[in-house]
């Protein structure tokens, strides 16, 4: 089975000359379809880095990083965006637009894909948010809305163009252990139905059993756990 992601020798640095600083150093990791990964460890250990590298929001410096069999070291920005388009999005904020209902903050996710008409925006958000459990919530905005309830959201935007990467940077964080459980059940349940690779994130050691497998990240190297 082919990697979909798959990171050989990744070194990345931050600042110029005296002020240079390495954040990952001779990073490798594979991650396949169907799986569910949580990469753990301290605070500045390079996660976050790791994370917006492997989501191509930003150019690999040194080292291979292949995202869904594309070469993102040297890439065009276009090369960068394509690749970002087949690829789900969670933060710990969950970045709702609070002008719009649940249905058409998930939507927004959809203009990114010339193909989907937009006449099909609102059946597909109604589709997933009643599939993450707020199919009674759709015309909804977010001010009304729990906290947990947006974070469904976000996963919903995330999910409904069918990725077959996502990526999760502490989303469980500003959510209560119910919610954030919740939450984590949702993403694997929809990511194995989907064949979705998840890479997540966390400091949370209460979601930990929800992996296949666990990473450990500290001074920016890889162990596995």
Sequence with gaps: MEPVVAVRNLTHTFGQGALKKVVLTDVDLDLYPGEVVILEGPSGGGKTTLLTLIGALRSAQEGSLKILGRELRGATKKALIQTRSQIGFIFQAHNL???????????????????????????RSSAILTAVGLGEHIDYYPDNLSGGQKQRVAIARALVSHPKLLLADEPTSALDSQSGRDVVEIMRRLAKEEGCTVLLVTHDNRILDVADRIVHMEDGRLTQK
Excluded: P
């Design 97 to 123: 637009l609070k002008c719009l209902a649940a249905w058409e903050n998930v939507s927004t996710s959809l203009k990114l894909h010339k193909h989907i008409s937009k006449l099909e925006y609102r059946d």
